[in-house]
């Protein structure tokens, strides 16, 4: 699981910087905030490989694991959202 965790994020941090490489305007907050959000899943993963290191850290580190996969998904639901008016603006407005 923590696997998984640590790809999604990377591959989700990494976004930014591939968008900029192909070439396509990285000004807009969508982007970034993809971007932040896979910090959130990088924590995630990081807290969830903590708890099998750190044995005292296990009590309350499910709830932390969850508080940062949840605040994630919502980054990636808001940036899903500003992505999907920043396309209607575009086409509305040429």
């Known amino acids: 699981m923590y ?3 640590m790809i999604l ?6 976004v930014p910087y591939i968008t900029k490489l192909a070439g396509y305007s990285v000004g807009d907050k ?14 995630s993963a ?3 490989v903590g708890t099998t ?5 296990g009590d ?5 694991m ?8 919502i980054g990636m639901i808001f940036a899903a959202i500003f992505g ?4 209607i603006r575009g086409v509305l407005v040429p």
């Open 30 to 43: 969508s982007t970034y905030l993809v971007g932040i959000s896979g910090i959130f899943f990088l924590v």
């Open 46 to 48: 990081a807290i969830g």
């Open 66 to 73: 969850q508080i940062s996969a949840g605040i994630g998904i």
């Open 9 to 14: 994020g990377l591959v989700i941090v990494t």
């Open 53 to 57: 290191v750190v044995t005292a850290f």
């Open 3 to 5: 696997y998984e965790l």
């Open 84 to 87: 999907m008016f920043h396309v």
């Open 60 to 64: 309350f580190a499910p709830a932390l």
